[in-house]
């Protein structure tokens, strides 16, 4: 079992439409916890990241992390075209291998006009 | 605006060819990271290093990868000899580490790797 789930969807939503993306991990040492946002043929770009539990908010975009559950939430509200892309949830531990993140394997949203 | 850049960005090969793969952090980053990414694996960490020195490369198959940063401009990746299955798209990421946790990572444009 992968240390970080992710369903990789595909996910397809009519614009205007909220979304929703989730990852489940197991271990508990997760503290930093980001989501990544790749477009097709990109590398991938950090879109948010919370530390510990907690709500985080930026534009249409709120991360959401539930530590007791380890499950995190990004919601995009009044999703665009442009949103269309693959979200990578990442997780990393604050411990003596700082910086090494775990990743999921991400799921792919298409934002229909 | 500072990035990471990647070369080549594209790259075919015949199998048993030895592959380069180069990479430039961004200036003052600690922390660079190589992964790859396929369809059927999703990204995988295949090595990192801080300050320059190597800290955990145990997502690499050792007999045939290897990975270098000869200085803090430059860290290189390298597959000799390259099989069909080493086809993948590459990425390498830099970022800054505080005394916690690596708080971001910002990824290169990545090497797209067809071996025949």
């Known amino acids: 079992q992968k240390e970080v789930e992710q369903d990789p969807g595909p996910l397809s939503v009519p614009e205007g439409a909220i979304v929703s993306l989730n990852c489940t991990y197991s271990n508990s040492a997760f503290q930093y916890f980001m989501w990544y946002r790749q477009y097709s043929r990109k590398g991938p770009e950090l879109l948010m990241y919370?530390?510990?539990?907690g709500n985080k908010e930026d534009g249409r975009f709120t991360a959401q992390v539930d530590k007791s559950s380890k499950y995190i939430s990004l919601f995009i509200r009044d999703s665009q075209p442009s949103d269309s892309a693959t979200y990578l949830c990442a997780m990393s531990a604050v411990n003596t291998n700082a910086g090494k993140s775990t990743f999921g394997d991400g799921t792919t949203l298409t934002v229909k006009p | 605006d500072a990035r990471v850049t990647q070369t080549p960005r594209h790259k075919v090969t015949e199998m048993g060819q030895e592959v380069t793969m180069r990479c430039q952090p961004i200036?003052?980053?600690?922390?660079v990271f190589w992964y790859r990414q396929t369809m059927m694996q999703g990204l995988e960490l295949l090595a990192y290093?801080?300050?320059?020195?190597?800290?955990?490369d145990s997502g690499m198959p050792k007999d045939r990868f290897s990975a270098e940063m000869p200085d803090a401009t430059l860290a290189t990746l390298k597959i000799q000899p390259s099989e069909p299955r080493d086809s993948a798209v590459y990425f390498c990421?830099?970022?800054?580490?505080?005394?916690?946790?690596?708080?971001?990572?910002?990824f290169g444009p990545g090497t797209r790797l067809l071996v025949l």
């Open positions: 200036l003052g980053h600690n922390t």
């Open positions: 290093f801080r300050n320059r020195a190597p800290l955990d």
């Open positions: 919370t530390y510990s539990s």
């Open positions: 990421a830099s970022g800054l580490v505080s005394a916690r946790a690596l708080e971001t990572q910002y």
